[in-house]
């Protein structure tokens, strides 16, 4: 299915910390992370990538991974600045596209519609490549230990 191979396909996956998220304390600036995730990024070319906590879309990861020769997917996330992405090699042809806003498991449990309002997001495609067709998708769920019934049902 790729060009490593008949029936394979490369993934890679990554939490790449949004900038709004970063510690500065920690010299984690984004001038100080940029050139390690352009090397990152490199370095481990996939024919899909699913990056989460994408902030900087417009102005560094689009551009730079379209350079590289992915078609970028992108949805972020409501009332924040980051979100999720999926980048494939223009090789395959996109079939469908959705996005999903967990937000709305708070209309499934209004008694705790406070608890399940998170701001957390989900992409899903439709890829095919030599007339197969492969699912993807990429989220990025809530953590917190106190409230992992809140992940189960993003799950």
């Given at each position: 299915m790729s060009r490593r191979g008949c029936n394979s396909v490369t993934v890679s996956c990554w939490n790449v910390l949004a900038d709004s998220y970063a510690n500065y304390?920690?010299?984690q600036t984004w001038t100080r992370r940029l050139p390690l995730l352009r090397k990152a990024l490199?370095?481990?070319l996939a024919d899909i990538l699913l990056l989460q906590e994408i902030?900087?879309?417009e102005d560094f990861?689009?551009?730079?991974?379209?350079?590289l020769g992915y078609v970028c997917e992108?949805?972020?996330r409501p009332e924040k600045v980051d979100g999720c992405l999926i980048a494939y090699r223009s090789h395959f042809?996109?079939?469908a596209s959705e996005g999903v806003q967990f937000n709305d498991l708070a209309v499934q449990y209004p008694y705790a519609?406070?608890?399940y309002t998170r701001h957390n997001v989900a992409l899903l495609l439709i890829l095919e490549i030599e007339s197969q067709r492969v699912l993807i998708a990429n989220?990025?769920?809530?953590w917190n230990p106190a409230f992992e019934d809140v992940k189960t049902a993003q799950a």
């Open positions: 304390a920690e010299n490199v370095e481990n902030d900087h879309y990861y689009k551009p730079f991974l379209e350079e992108y949805i972020q042809t996109l079939l519609a406070d608890k989220c990025h769920l809530f």
